[in-house]
């Protein structure tokens, strides 16, 4: 079955730098990849996702980017906010699944 | 627009003792419905996903148990809780395979 692997588990950056998070995933059939930020103690919720027919895809801050020859995709966000600081979770899924498949989650903190 | 709500939103529970969580989706029809786990700093274990009423499909062996009755209901049940069934169980709703899925607002569970 499918697997997602994420890296770095912790991020810690300063206010105003960029984080990128990486993720890699094992079915080359799985063509959805979205991305998750749960805030303590609170649900995870959609902040952005890609299929597989776009190489990259933005929204203000934030970024995907998907190779995928290489099977990975990664969350790019700029300017860091001291509310980015939360966990982010990657996932993968393809067209005949009703499954997601997620990542073990990156806990991003932004230092003021 | 399409809604999802799970409760209790928390509860403590001795050993032993039933597991009720119920979730309801409003605003769509004939959803994909899931429950996760997420135990305390971790990442999102699928439990069960129903693709239809009577529809359920575990996903890891344990003494929980999934029930839906209705299109836009899910049940989450134990006879008999375990310590190791602490955690946040999340509901969370989707549309067509391949796609987004939506999380409640998660339920608290803590067995002692």
């Known amino acids: 079955g499918e697997n997602v692997e994420q890296h770095p588990s912790t991020l810690s950056v300063q206010e105003g730098d960029s984080a990128v998070i990486k993720c890699t995933y094992s079915?080359?059939?799985?063509?959805?990849f979205p991305w998750y930020k749960q805030e303590l103690g609170k649900r995870p919720q959609l902040i952005i996702d890609?299929?597989?027919?776009?190489g990259e895809k933005k929204d203000q801050r934030i970024a995907v980017t998907l190779n995928k020859t290489a099977k990975h995709f990664s969350l790019h966000i700029t300017e860091t906010q001291p509310e980015d600081s939360a966990v982010y979770f990657c996932a993968a899924s393809k067209g005949s699944s009703y499954k997601l498949i997620f990542g073990s989650g990156t806990r991003l903190l932004v230092r003021p | 627009s399409q809604t999802i709500h799970q409760w209790p939103a928390t509860l403590v529970q001795p050993v032993g003792s039933p597991l009720s969580l119920e979730c309801t989706v409003e605003g769509t029809s004939n959803p994909n419905l899931y429950w996760y786990r997420q135990a305390a700093g971790r990442g999102l274990q699928l439990l069960f996903y129903s693709v239809g009423i009577g529809q359920i499909s575990s996903e890891v062996p344990q003494n929980l148990s999934a029930s839906r009755p209705q299109d836009r209901q899910f049940i989450l049940s134990s006879k008999k809780l375990l310590l190791s069934d602490s955690g946040f169980y999340l509901c969370?709703?989707?549309?067509?395979?391949?796609?987004?899925?939506?999380f409640g607002e998660g339920s608290w569970l803590t067995v002692v």
């Open positions: 969370a709703w989707g549309g067509d395979a391949g796609n987004t899925i939506y």
């Open positions: 890609i299929r597989s027919n776009v």
């Open positions: 079915d080359s059939a799985s063509n959805y």
